[in-house]
């Protein structure tokens, strides 16, 4: 072993001087970790790997759960109206159903503020779930007037819009007359056929195969897809609310939930606060819809954030205890560093480093997977989104980090309090 300034050489195998006797060079205090752990090759790259693993899991959760709803929330958004009007204390996430007599209609569009109307138009939607493309969907039943409204600048790709449900609806009315209710006995079952449409996504009809023309069973009834629209729509299955009403209600005009087109756009807030007094409904704003998503997979994310906490946890632990059982390894060569000059605060440094060395590495490695998993994801389950944000990665970066560094703080507590004595007699 080379005592001299500035010298380099291995003890035991282990710890690789490259500083002088007063172990202060920063150069040291970097290569000297960095030496022990490519000299444990096999030992460093599952400790990274382990890191890495807690960290893609992490990141891959969030982006998932995030970004899933904020596709959600995003497509609601894109709706023509200010205001959405839902049952009070309703759970945005299984709301559906006839919850809301065809009067509120009439009471949404009848508000005013100061003598002044302030709604333009109440819009009706009917929810109820459907299984398309492997999976439960969403379905909207609008009325075929409305559906300008929900497309906004999407352009419809293939197919009309609901030519048997704007017929069906037209037969509706001039049954109903002036009354809100009509017999369901005397429409054919030939109108009802004509009228069983639905329309759908791109992003739906790529991941499901399907085309205009094709056929799928909804509420026991034979649905023909006649129309795909561009993807970023409210729903990504609509069907003519009429038709939804005959058949589920009878014909009875209830409604799940109502977009509400303003005015005046500006008065949003007020005119909200007037409308859930009128109705004793929760009316939101529109931009607020992803928040009631959040609000409602609440416990979905407590259940998120314990599990990446108990997965890093875990990652941490083995982190600690390996860097333990490095230091029971090394007591003798840790004895020399002393005794040539090593503070406790030097050899406790060490330790950290090699630490953070490593969770810097499995940290890179766990976003790298985290990405990778993303196109895994996407490839084989396309309706799902998974959005790495910054924020994700940077909390990645922290996570690693501080988690390496605490972790090794017992094992280099132990390793600093080492008598020299002691620890050079240490077979």
């Known amino acids: 072993m080379k005592a001299a300034g500035g010298a380099g050489s291995v003890v035991g195998g282990e710890f690789v001087l490259l500083g002088g006797w007063g172990f202060t060079g920063d150069l040291t205090l970097l290569r000297l970790p960095v030496a022990n752990l490519l000299h444990h090759k096999l030992r460093t790259a599952l400790c990274a790997a382990a890191v890495g693993i807690g960290v893609a899991m992490m990141v891959v959760q969030l982006s998932l759960s ?35 007599p065809d009067t509120y209609v009439e009471l949404i569009e009848s508000a005013a503020l100061e003598g002044e109307p302030v709604v333009a138009k109440a819009i009706p ?60 006995e005397r429409v ?56 939804i009403r005959h058949i589920l209600n009878g014909g009875v005009p209830w409604s799940s939930m109502f977009f ?10 007020v005119v909200a606060d007037a409308l859930a007094r009128k109705l004793n409904a929760n009316v939101e704003l529109k931009t607020q819809y992803g928040s ?15 599990a990446s906490a108990v997965a890093l946890a875990v990652c941490f632990l083995f982190i600690m205890l390996t860097m333990y059982t490095l230091i029971l ?57 998974v959005d790495i944000q910054w924020r994700w990665l940077v909390l990645a970066v922290a996570v690693g980090l501080v988690g390496g560094a605490i972790s090794a703080l017992y094992p280099g507590y132990r390793a600093a ?10 077979e």
Request: charged residues 25%; glycine residues 10%; positive net charge.
């Open 260 to 269: 509400v087109k303003l005015r005046d756009p500006g008065q949003a807030e």
């Open 329 to 385: 390894e090394r007591t003798r060569e840790i004895g020399i560093l002393k005794s040539l000059g090593a503070t406790k605060r030097y050899v406790m440094a060490i330790v950290v480093w090699e630490s953070v060395l490593v969770c810097s590495a499995g940290t890179v490695f766990g976003i790298l997977l985290a990405y990778g998993i993303r196109v895994v994801i996407e490839a084989t389950m396309p309706l799902q989104t």
């Open 66 to 100: 995030h970004g899933t709803l904020n596709e959600v929330a995003q497509r609601m958004e894109s709706v023509d109206a200010e205001l959405i009007v839902l049952p009070r204390h309703a759970n945005v996430i299984f709301q559906g159903g006839a919850i809301f």
């Open 125 to 184: 939607v009917f929810l109820d779930t459907v299984r398309l493309g492997g999976q439960q969907q969403r379905l909207f039943g609008i009325d075929p007037a409305d559906m300008d409204g929900f497309l906004g600048s999407r352009r419809l790709r293939q197919g009309d819009l609901f030519p048997g449900g704007r017929a069906f609806k037209q037969r509706i009315e001039q049954l109903r007359g002036n009354s809100r209710r009509y017999d369901p």
């Open 188 to 243: 054919t079952s030939d109108e009802v056929r004509r009228a069983c449409e639905l329309i759908i996504d791109t992003r739906l009809a790529r991941v499901g195969g399907y085309s205009v023309g094709d056929v799928t069973e909804v509420f026991g009834q034979r649905f023909r897809i006649v129309g795909v629209v561009e993807a970023g729509v409210a729903g990504r299955v609509f069907a003519p609310i009429q038709t």
């Open 417 to 426: 309090r080492l008598d020299p004595a002691a620890a050079l007699s240490f």
């Open 292 to 306: 009631l998503l959040r609000d409602s997979f609440s416990q979905v994310y407590t259940y998120i954030n314990v």
